[in-house]
C-alpha cells in the first residue's frame, strides 16, 4: 500500500506543471486525497483536498484560482494541476491518502515527495 507521485520540476513564474499520485495496492477512489506542501524554512501547508467520491474538493486561499485537483480513475490516481506559478509556490510537494480530508495525519499513507521550483 503505497502512493507514488510524479511529476514537478523546474518552472518559470507564470507557468504550469502537473503533478500525479498514484496508489499502488488499495483503490484511491474510496479515499480522500490531500496535497500539502512544505518550503524551506516554512512549515507544511495544505493545498487542497478532494473527499472520498468527489463531494468535495477544497483549495487553500494562497492558491484558489490557480490549482486544480482531481482524480483519473482509469490509472487510480489523483492529479493537483498547478498553474500561474509564483515563486512563493516553490517547494516540496506531497500527496496522502485518508478517510476523510480533516483525518490526513502522520498514520495516513503518504508519497514521496516531489520539488516544485519556480524560478526565472
Known amino acids: 500500500v503505497r502512493l507514488v507521485q510524479s511529476g514537478g520540476g523546474l518552472v518559470q513564474p507564470g507557468g504550469s506543471l502537473t503533478l500525479t499520485c498514484t496508489a499502488s495496492?488499495?483503490?484511491?477512489?474510496?479515499?480522500?486525497i490531500g496535497w500539502f506542501r512544505q518550503a524551506i524554512g516554512r512549515e507544511r501547508e495544505g493545498v487542497g483536498c478532494?473527499?472520498?467520491?468527489?463531494?468535495?474538493?477544497d483549495y487553500a486561499d494562497s492558491v484558489k484560482g490557480r490549482f486544480t485537483i482531481a482524480r483519473d480513475k482509469a490509472k487510480n490516481a489523483v492529479i493537483l494541476q498547478l498553474s500561474s506559478l509564483e515563486p512563493d509556490d516553490t517547494a516540496l510537494y506531497y500527496c496522502?491518502?485518508?478517510?476523510?480530508?480533516?483525518?490526513?495525519?502522520?498514520?495516513?499513507?503518504w508519497g514521496q515527495g516531489t520539488q516544485v521550483t519556480v524560478s526565472s
Open positions: 496522502a491518502a485518508e478517510f476523510g480530508c480533516d483525518k490526513i495525519g502522520q498514520g495516513s499513507v
Open positions: 495496492g488499495f483503490t484511491l477512489n474510496y479515499y480522500a
Open positions: 478532494i473527499s472520498e467520491r468527489d463531494v468535495t474538493i
